[in-house]
């Protein structure tokens, strides 16, 4: 299986041994009161030769779904091994977008509000992902023109002409947000991209502003 990058542990390639069988979990003893056994299908799969450095991957998998087969297996662990960008897009929605202090009423309020801040959400972990695979690519494959000019002006940079390359654009936006960009960091992270899309977005709103109005000389 390939895993992605958790932290400071890059993505690699392993070879996992797998087991699974049939699990009963006895209910816990409770004076008055009486509670049904769990039965459920439980996974193994542990690395057996990491690499040298590397901490072995070992999984115990409680699941209600099937574990008859390696077909049915192979699936359940693939969604865990997303457990991390789970966890990561979350953090970006709840520390980034800070959907939780929001403190919307009703439903008509809360519902559109979350599904703006899942997309904002998305957007900047989409963002990071693509620039670390595809840096060359140009930069308004997800960014708009307004947004890379502004990033220029924020830096006190000459606007270029044509768009820069995504990694550059990434660049610029999460030193914006506090990425140092020394020679042994490893590249920008969506928390560091967020807080400077942030001020990104400030300044677009400007220069539309200033697009829209005469100011007098």
């Known amino acids: 299986m390939t895993f992605p990058a958790k932290g400071e542990q890059e993505a690699r390639t392993a070879i996992l041994q797998v087991r699974a069988t049939r699990a009963t979990l006895k209910a816990p003893a409770r004076a008055g009161v009486r509670r049904d056994d769990l039965d459920i299908n439980a996974i193994l799969a542990r690395e057996e030769n990491p690499p040298v450095g590397q901490r072995p991957i070992a999984w115990m998998l409680l699941t209600a779904l099937p574990v008859d087969t390696i077909k049915a297996v192979v699936p359940i662990l693939e969604w865990y091994s997303c457990r991390w960008e789970i966890e990561v897009f979350f953090k970006v929605l709840k520390s980034g977008c800070r959907v939780e202090p929001l403190q919307l009423e009703t439903t008509d309020r809360r519902d559109p509000g979350l599904a703006l801040y899942l997309i904002i959400?998305?957007?900047?972990?989409?963002?990071?992902?693509?620039?670390?695979?595809?840096?060359?690519?140009?930069?308004?494959?997800?960014?708009?023109?307004?947004?890379?000019q502004a990033a220029h002006l924020l830096h006190d940079l000459p606007v270029p002409t044509s768009p820069p390359s995504l990694g550059e654009m990434?660049?610029?936006?999460?030193?914006?947000?506090?990425?140092?960009?020394?020679?042994?960091?490893?590249?920008?992270?969506?928390?560091?991209?967020?807080?400077?899309?942030?001020?990104?977005?400030?300044?677009?709103?400007?220069?539309?502003v200033l697009k829209r109005t005469s100011i007098p000389q």
């Open 121 to 148: 959400a998305w957007r900047i972990l989409f963002a990071t992902h693509l620039g670390r695979e595809e840096p060359h690519q140009s930069c308004e494959i997800v960014f708009t023109r307004d947004e890379w």
């Open 170 to 208: 990434l660049n610029l936006v999460a030193r914006l947000g506090g990425y140092l960009n020394r020679s042994l960091d490893g590249p920008p992270g969506p928390q560091t991209i967020w807080k400077g899309l942030r001020r990104v977005r400030e300044a677009v709103w400007l220069l539309q």
